[in-house]
């Protein structure tokens, strides 16, 4: 006789009304989380003017949140629902295997994405010299590097248990698909993929900020521009704090609690956190990858008007592969302001730096560091 026959799982199964409900929300984040990185992919595909160093690391983090929504959710949702996992141990940690790979490279393509920004706002003359397609090749090779050093490898080989044993292998009559934790797996995971990565994502984003105010100040001075499109410093303070303070705070408030979470269970055992609370911060960070082409495309300018012209394509019945016309309608209202800031486009600016030298910089450059602060995805070729 089977020993686990007439066993009762150790999780409790969701009334039919309440699993109604939470399968649909599920259902929902893994459509938007499919449909918003297609969109995202397609954009740059389409759009020559998105072509750029700085959308190579968008398109790389719209392609992992894409395959952690096709490989990944759906089982995710499946368990999530039925509470057991009938697909045996081996598929189990090919799952849980992906499942940290994928979400660790999630983050880090933010992490790189924030550094770029960063040399693109301090370091502006010199950005195409620090920021290389070389360079930009090796980090996105170390991303992958890292994110397989922190999954597949420590799983299968046993690293993550409390002994030698491979997670998941021990026959059990409860059916479970579980990432196991020791204190030595939980801490250098947690630290080396979220912990130290958010403290330079908050360094940077600071430093970001603080120049884009210090420059508004200057650019407003300068700025030839007639008073119905003026836009003056404190606004574009508020505009960019906003902008930056959303970035930051969707990803603190989805993938926190998951890692501190991840960081507990470690040191104090897996068992202690389970069921529903375990549930919701899983999710919280899978909203994440749901929430990426929002932030790092809808909230920048040359990324809204390339999606409006694919949503046009697609209603016209005939998409372009050829590349979507210049957004003219979008900036028409300024014209009048471009041509009075031609005549001073090619005069030199002296700022003062910390080291008490001076260096010179046209309007145009200082237009451009504010443009970065702005935009959400900094495209250096237009702004």
């Known amino acids: 006789m089977d020993p686990c026959y007439n066993h009762t799982s150790s999780q409790e199964r969701m009334d039919f009304p309440l699993q109604l409900l939470v399968g649909s929300c599920l259902t929902i984040l893994i459509v938007i989380t499919l449909c918003g990185n297609i969109i995202v992919c397609l954009a740059v595909t389409l759009d020559r003017r998105l072509r750029s160093l700085t959308n190579c690391i968008i398109v790389s983090l719209a392609i992992t949140d894409l395959l952690l929504g096709l490989l990944v959710l759906p089982f995710s949702a499946f368990?999530?629902?039925?509470?057991?996992?009938?697909?045996?141990?081996?598929l189990c940690n090919i799952y849980t295997s992906l499942d940290v790979m994928l979400c660790t490279?999630?983050?880090?393509?933010?992490?790189?994405?924030?550094?770029?920004?960063?040399?693109?706002v301090t370091t502006p003359l010199r950005y195409s010299q620090l920021v290389t397609p070389s360079r930009v090749g090796v980090g996105l090779v170390v991303i992958w590097t890292v994110s397989l050093?922190?999954?597949?490898?420590?799983?299968?080989?046993?690293?993550?248990?409390?002994?030698?044993?491979?997670?998941?292998?021990?026959?059990n009559c409860n059916r479970e698909c579980t990432l196991e934790v020791n204190p030595v797996y939980g801490l250098v995971d947690a630290l080396l993929t979220f912990y130290i990565p958010l403290v330079i994502m908050c360094i940077t984003y600071y430093r970001i900020f603080k120049i884009a105010r210090e420059q508004a100040k200057r650019i407003n001075h300068t700025w030839c521009c007639s008073s119905n499109i003026h836009m003056p410093p404190t606004v574009r303070e508020h505009k960019a704090t906003v902008t930056l303070a959303?970035?930051?705070?969707?990803?603190?408030?989805c993938w926190f609690p998951y890692f501190t979470v991840?960081?507990?269970r470690g040191m104090w055992g897996d068992s202690r956190v389970k069921g529903t609370p375990m549930s919701i911060v899983l999710w919280l960070g899978y909203a994440n990858?749901?929430?990426?082409?929002?932030?790092?495309g809808t909230l920048n300018r040359d990324f809204r008007v390339a999606y409006q012209h694919l949503l046009h394509c697609w209603r016209m019945g005939a998409p372009r592969s050829s590349g979507l016309p210049p957004p003219q309608k979008a900036h028409s209202s300024g014209r009048n302001c471009r041509q009075s800031q031609g005549r001073?486009?090619?005069?030199?600016?002296?700022?003062?730096?910390?080291?008490g030298k001076g260096i010179l910089l046209t309007d145009g450059a200082l237009k451009r560091i504010l443009a970065l602060a702005n935009n959400i995805c900094p495209i250096p070729k237009q702004c």
């Open 344 to 355: 001073q486009e090619g005069k030199p600016l002296k700022l003062e730096m910390r080291n």
């Open 79 to 90: 368990y999530e629902l039925a509470k057991e996992w009938p697909f045996g141990s081996t």
């Open 246 to 253: 959303v970035v930051m705070g969707a990803f603190i408030v």
């Open 289 to 296: 990858s749901a929430l990426n082409p929002i932030l790092y």
């Open 149 to 171: 050093m922190v999954s597949f490898l420590p799983i299968h080989l046993g690293w993550n248990t409390n002994g030698t044993a491979v997670q998941n292998t021990v026959p």
């Open 105 to 120: 490279a999630s983050i880090l393509n933010l992490f790189m994405i924030s550094l770029d920004r960063y040399f693109a």
């Open 262 to 264: 991840f960081t507990y």
